[in-house]
């Protein structure tokens, strides 16, 4: 492979984001008990969770854009409370603050570091991840996220606009992502590399076709693949 630059799945692949979506949604949660406590009492959290999928079942025009699902959600159920002035902007900083108070996994800075050194990097997300709140925006020439783009992984659109930004080929990026459908299915579809992060060591699952062009256990693997290859 001949490499030039790199895009970089965020979620799951530089840190766990469970435990950050789970937070937000305690501390959403608590807010609405202080300041709003009968939205709070509808519309606890395993209900506004099923809220939210409600929204993104019925709002597929917005499959790309978590932000705007999100505020649609909070809107519905203050609705359902009678109460048309919802503080949309004050819960979504919540949300965003807790969803991006995140743990990196221990190889992720040291490999950005490295990674950064050589090639031109861009994340490449369709959550909402916010690079600079979490203090990692440095490490990437650039950001690109679905709502942006307006089409969300595995769909080439936001690969190819990856591709576009930096001025690369797809045949000339690696992506590196730890979903097999969003990440490597869909770059490889598009025409990039593939680097599948694969934490668990899981079988690459044959229904989604070809196997990664590399199937590693984290990006320490990466850093040390790309030193055996002598890149760039």
């Given at each position: 492979?001949r490499?030039?630059?790199?895009?970089?799945?965020?979620?799951?692949?530089?840190?766990p984001v469970?435990?950050?979506?789970?937070?937000?949604?305690r501390?959403l949660d608590s807010?609405?008990?202080q300041?709003f406590?009968?939205?709070?009492?509808?519309?606890?959290i395993?209900a506004?969770?099923?809220?939210r999928?409600?929204?993104?079942?019925?709002?597929?025009?917005?499959?790309?854009?978590?932000t705007?699902?999100r505020y649609?959600?909070?809107?519905?159920a203050?609705d359902a409370?009678?109460?048309a002035?919802?503080p949309?902007?004050?819960?979504?900083?919540?949300?965003?603050t807790?969803?991006?108070?995140?743990?990196l996994?221990?190889?992720a800075?040291?490999?950005?570091e490295?990674?950064?050194a050589?090639?031109?990097v861009a994340?490449l997300t369709?959550?909402n991840a916010d690079?600079?709140?979490?203090?990692?925006?440095r490490?990437?020439?650039?950001?690109?996220?679905?709502?942006?783009v307006?089409?969300?992984?595995?769909?080439?659109?936001?690969?190819?606009?990856a591709?576009?930004r930096?001025g690369?080929?797809?045949?000339?990026?690696?992506?590196?992502g730890?979903?097999?459908e969003?990440?490597?299915?869909g770059?490889?579809?598009?025409g990039?590399?593939?680097?599948w992060?694969?934490r668990a060591g899981?079988p690459w699952?044959?229904a989604?076709g070809?196997?990664?062009?590399?199937?590693l256990?984290?990006?320490?693997?990466?850093v040390d693949?790309?030193?055996t290859q002598?890149?760039?």
């Amino acid at each position: 492979m001949r490499i030039l630059a790199i895009t970089l799945d965020l979620d799951d692949t530089l840190w766990p984001v469970l435990p950050a979506l789970e937070r937000a949604d305690r501390d959403l949660d608590s807010y609405l008990r202080q300041h709003f406590p009968q939205v709070a009492r509808a519309w606890p959290i395993p209900a506004m969770r099923e809220l939210r999928a409600r929204v993104a079942a019925e709002r597929l025009d917005l499959a790309h854009d978590f932000t705007a699902q999100r505020y649609i959600t909070m809107q519905k159920a203050f609705d359902a409370c009678g109460i048309a002035d919802a503080p949309l902007d004050t819960l979504w900083e919540i949300y965003a603050t807790a969803r991006n108070s995140v743990e990196l996994y221990p190889d992720a800075l040291p490999a950005l570091e490295r990674l950064r050194a050589m090639w031109p990097v861009a994340s490449l997300t369709n959550g909402n991840a916010d690079l600079e709140r979490i203090g990692l925006h440095r490490h990437f020439l650039y950001q690109i996220a679905a709502r942006d783009v307006g089409s969300a992984k595995p769909e080439a659109k936001i690969f190819l606009a990856a591709a576009e930004r930096l001025g690369v080929a797809p045949e000339n990026i690696l992506h590196v992502g730890d979903d097999p459908e969003l990440d490597v299915a869909g770059a490889r579809d598009a025409g990039l590399r593939t680097a599948w992060i694969n934490r668990a060591g899981h079988p690459w699952p044959g229904a989604l076709g070809a196997a990664p062009d590399l199937n590693l256990r984290d990006l320490t693997a990466l850093v040390d693949w790309v030193d055996t290859q002598g890149q760039p």
